[in-house]
């Protein structure tokens, strides 16, 4: 593309935002209707006049006012167990992924496929509507919502951690990859992948702090408070000094680490991610950071962290699961009007109201096992 070209696609975007932000200012009830529809509706919309097409897809406004609502209704996405292998698909495309969308009923069922070059090591929860994976050596980035997936630039060596986490003050998802320096060092090195939609020559951006702790890579990260956090790994527990989670600032790009509750009881079976056993659990709830332990046929324990630099934490909740069968009481994926949702080794959801201290079960027509949390959101992949 030539000079006056580049210079004339520029303008017609900057006449973009222009036209969506002179909607979002002079047509405010229309904004606010269509910022409650579904993202599958919105992309029919785009059809409808220049004006709406330009807010649906370049207002970061409009987009952060649907996620603000989406977030208060999220989804659920499940991994079939079955999955399609290729060897003879072009690069890229040789393992093929089955999943199923609903809502937190188990209703409004959308099937979904993703077809990557490697399997699939560890699937992400949503953030800012986007759900990230990693294979072995490379980091995925899916929107659900549009079916878009963005592989980012991969690396020769092996992955040993990442997460990912939205800077709300520059709108932008940050993407954060561990690495081992060396086969038999302690430390990790960090590199961080800022996802600007619509600009070229972004890569991966190595920091010159490192990660103090090697981190579990069978436990899911957390991300809550422009922090991400990680469980620490266990083999390292001896070394550790009562450190328990190590944390990523986001914003400052810093490393901290955190300590456990006092009143933490040290579990013993701590194998391969199975709803099945005792364990502790990062999770994010209602915008902030929560720790959860999981004993089986006993209770579920719940602490929110109150202050990151004193490693304080408070208790919020302790759950009687005594009379409920172990198959059923898997990690805690999300709340929805004050129930909270556990995924399961069968193919029920268990729910528990906190005000009630009630539980109920749905059943499901597959597994709900492998699954995880998303909103709906409108965040373009294109780079």
């Known amino acids: 593309m030539d000079f006056p070209n580049i210079v004339r696609a520029q303008n017609q975007v900057r006449v973009q935002k222009g036209m969506a932000s002179h909607l979002t200012n002079n047509h405010v009830i229309i904004a606010d209707i269509l910022s409650r529809l579904p993202v599958k ?14 807010m649906i897809n370049s207002d970061p406004g409009f987009q952060a006012l649907h996620h603000s609502r989406s977030w208060r209704n999220p989804r659920l996405l499940f991994r079939l167990s079955d999955f399609d292998f290729n060897p003879l698909e072009h690069l890229g495309h040789r393992y093929a992924y089955n999943f199923v969308s609903t809502d937190t009923e188990g209703k409004n069922i959308c099937l979904m496929q993703i077809k990557v070059h490697e399997p699939v090591k560890l699937i992400l929860p949503g953030c800012f509507g986007l759900l990230v994976f990693s294979t072995d050596t490379r980091i995925h980035v899916c929107n659900p919502s549009t079916r878009r997936i963005l592989a980012l630039p991969d690396y020769k060596s092996k992955i040993a951690g990442f997460g990912v986490g939205y800077l709300s003050s520059i709108r932008r998802l940050k993407i954060v990859r561990l690495i081992p320096r060396r086969p038999s060092s302690l430390h990790l090195e960090c590199s961080v992948f800022t996802l600007a939609p619509g600009q070229e020559g972004f890569s991966w951006r190595v920091l010159n702090d490192q990660c103090p702790y090697l981190v579990d890579q069978f436990s899911l990260p957390a991300f809550a408070n422009e922090t991400i956090y990680w469980k620490i790994d266990r083999q390292q527990a001896l070394n550790r000094h009562n450190d328990f989670i190590v944390s990523f600032n986001i914003r400052n790009e810093k490393f901290m680490t955190i300590t456990h509750p006092a009143d933490w009881i040290p579990t013993s079976n701590l194998d391969w991610r199975s709803p099945i056993r005792n364990s502790t659990q990062l999770v994010e709830l209602r915008g902030t950071l929560c720790m959860i332990q999981t ?21 919020i909740c302790m759950i009687d699961t005594s009379r409920i069968h172990p198959n059923f009481v898997g990690e805690v994926q999300c709340i929805k009007d004050g129930e909270i949702i556990f995924n399961s080794a069968s193919n029920h959801l268990l729910y528990y109201d906190v005000r009630k201290k009630t539980f109920r079960k749905k059943m499901l027509p597959h597994s709900a096992e492998n699954l995880t949390s998303y909103c709906e959101s409108l965040t373009s992949l294109t780079r």
């Open 41 to 54: 509706t919105l992309s029919r919309f785009n059809c409808v006049c220049k004006l709406w097409y330009c």
């Open 295 to 315: 004993l089986a046929s006993s209770h579920v324990a719940v602490w929110k962290l109150a202050d990151h630099k004193n490693s304080m934490r408070v208790k």
